[in-house]
């Protein structure tokens, strides 16, 4: 273990080189051991989805697979490599099965995307499993806590189907709900892990996912169709610039999804809740309190510092929690208190310069500084006898300025939710109402304050907001 005992700051001048010397060695194999899994070893899991790929995707492209609201579609497991491959040495696997945003942007603001929908959605779920349909599988969960997800147990030796429902559209995630094409695009992503020696579905054993969306019921059969037509059209050397439209969409390896291996581990210690045809609503939990209801134990960390007193073990949650998971094998020994020691030259040197700032900055829990600072209170009813008098402002922090920022912080702070919110005006002293744009947010002064105010919108049944 390195650096396992606090040292004088002269130490600490040393300490640079001494990681580089002590790590050269093992990260020299590393590269190797990579190079030549990456040559010779394939995932062992081969998962299909029962749909077809459009034909309206370029062949650089990544392959684009449109699904009906609500159907039951149909996802294969099988073990390609039951012969030659041994790690799979126990009697079953588990498969967690998701829905996610394919979108960077929208994955880091899952929570209140999902916050958004159930609360237009109550007691429904993103993300359902057909039981009478499904084949070859056990133990089929879905989580209160997680409505995108569900998982399940099927033997290896076997084949394994498991028919999925997907409740939600593609439009609900847009802003101002654009119809059809414009609809935000999800990935299907299925991880697989073995148990260790304790019993615990902890070893991952594969990753796999695939791009698609998601339009109301039958509305991907036309979508499908117009695609078909679309690519008929064109001339036969502009057709071999597009992938041809298979039956069936094969999902690509890919990484583990971050919180895949800690939802693993907390549900093979704790008993998950059981499917049920009609699931209970559920209500998500604030980020900065700590869990006491057993559901809750299904959700990651809520502090997510990295700490002096972290073990290996919960560096490597934290690890996995945050995308770093190329390098828990090279940090696997590594206490909080070691990876802390080290200076942002060092990780960079290991990990590569965006990786390895990446990680710097997240230790350290460095926080991204607003590009504009503003001041919202809710116009009252009754209005104070003396300018300004009992009025509490609330600061709202914009890292983008945008409107679609500014309306999500705006919903976040009256717990709206941000698709209901049409439009924001801004009233001048004159009394008309100017319609907010990305122009008109980059245009705000600093630290600006405004009075807000809410109105139903009976035409969109949602809220127009208006800035005083």
């Not at 590393?30 to 989805?49: G, I, M």
């Not at 299907?188 to 990753?207: A, R, W």
């Amino acid at each position: 273990m390195l650096f396992c005992h606090p040292q004088p700051e002269s130490y600490h001048q040393h300490s640079a080189s001494y990681i580089r010397e002590a790590l050269a060695p093992f990260l020299k194999d590393e590269e190797a051991r990579l190079t030549a899994e990456s040559v010779c070893k394939r995932s062992p899991l081969q998962v299909v989805l029962c749909a077809a790929t459009s034909p309206a995707v370029k062949q650089q492209e990544e392959t684009l697979t449109y699904l009906n609201q609500g159907q039951s579609y149909e996802i294969r497991m099988l073990n390609r490599k039951l012969v030659e491959y041994t790690d799979i040495s126990c009697k079953y696997v588990k498969s967690i099965v998701r829905v996610v945003f394919h979108d960077r942007r929208l994955q880091y603001m899952e929570h209140q995307q999902l916050e958004g929908w159930r609360w237009n959605r109550p007691g429904d779920r993103i993300l359902d499993i057909d039981i009478p349909l499904s084949e070859g599988i056990l133990e089929p969960r879905s989580h209160p806590m997680h409505l995108n997800t569900i998982e399940f147990l099927w033997d290896p030796v076997k084949k394994a189907s498991a028919f999925i429902q997907v409740n939600c559209i593609s439009t609900e995630f847009t802003p101002r709900k654009h119809g059809g094409e414009k609809g935000v695009p999800f990935r299907i992503q299925v991880d697989t892990f073995s148990t260790n020696e304790h019993g615990e579905y902890m070893e991952h054993v594969s990753s796999s996912s695939c791009q698609v969306k998601v339009f109301k019921p039958k509305g991907a059969d036309r979508k499908l169709k117009t695609d078909r037509e679309k690519i008929d059209k064109k001339a036969l050397q502009d057709r071999e610039k597009y992938q041809l439209s298979h039956e069936s969409t094969v999902l690509k390896e890919c990484s583990p999804w971050p919180d895949a291996l800690n939802l693993s581990i907390h549900s093979s210690s704790t008993p998950s809740p059981v499917y049920h045809s009609s699931p209970t609503s559920c209500t998500f939990t604030d980020g900065n309190c700590s869990p006491t209801q057993p559901g809750e134990l299904l959700m990651p960390a809520c502090s997510d510092h990295l700490l002096p007193s972290s073990s290996p073990q919960d560096t490597q949650q934290w690890l996995q929690r945050h995308r770093f998971s190329p390098f828990c094998r090279l940090f696997c020994s590594f206490t909080g208190a070691d990876l802390l020691r080290m200076s942002r030259e060092d990780l960079v040197q290991i990990c590569g310069p965006a990786d390895g700032i990446r990680l710097f900055n997240t230790m350290k829990g460095r926080c991204i500084q607003p590009r504009l600072t503003m001041y919202v209170c809710q116009q009252q009813a009754r209005p104070a006898v003396k300018p300004g008098a009992g009025d509490i402002y609330h600061a709202l922090y914009l890292e983008e300025l945008t409107l679609m920022d500014l309306s999500e912080k705006i919903a976040m702070l009256y717990s709206l939710p941000p698709q209901q919110i049409t439009h924001i005006y801004r009233q001048k002293p004159s009394g008309i109402h100017v319609l907010v744009s990305d122009e008109m947010v980059q245009n705000f002064r600093e630290e600006t304050s405004f009075i807000l105010s809410t109105l139903r919108d009976e035409t969109t049944d949602g809220y127009r907001v208006v800035l005083k």
